[in-house]
């Protein structure tokens, strides 16, 4: 079953930046949007960005808007979350994952392929 594997998370101050990276394990990655979610601790997981099959990005989490960028390599089947000015807030496990047709509401339920996640701790 094809999948994504994610990595770049850790420990990080306020103010400061990550990037993480996702690897889709399938065969065909081009013809995906892929969404890139969070889960902090207590909550539901929540759409942050999205990017469809031209580069195109969608965000509908305004906590993020300025903040967070997304991009795809689709050579090496690799999508980047670039997390800049981080905040306590910001903590949480982040996660891609994949859906044929548009970003749409990048509603965790309409995508699939989902890793493991990566954790992303900000904290002084």
């Known amino acids: 079953q094809s999948q994504f594997v994610e990595s770049g998370g850790g420990l990080v101050q306020p103010g400061g930046s990550l990037r993480l990276s996702c690897v889709f394990s399938?065969?065909?990655?081009?013809?995906?949007?892929i969404g890139w979610f969070r889960q902090a601790p207590g909550k539901e997981r929540e759409g942050l960005l999205c990017?469809?099959?031209?580069?195109?990005?969608?965000t509908n989490a305004d906590s993020v808007k300025g903040r967070f960028t997304m991009s795809r390599d689709n050579a090496k089947k690799t999508v980047y979350l670039q997390m800049n000015s981080l905040k306590p807030e910001d903590t949480g496990v982040y996660y891609c994952?994949?859906?044929?047709?548009?970003?749409?509401?990048?509603?965790?339920?309409?995508?699939?392929?989902w890793g493991q996640g990566t954790q992303v701790t900000v904290s002084a």
């Open positions: 399938g065969l065909v990655f081009d013809v995906y949007a």
């Open positions: 990017i469809n099959i031209r580069g195109g990005t969608t």
């Open positions: 994952a994949a859906r044929r047709g548009p970003c749409a509401q990048i509603a965790p339920a309409q995508f699939g392929s």
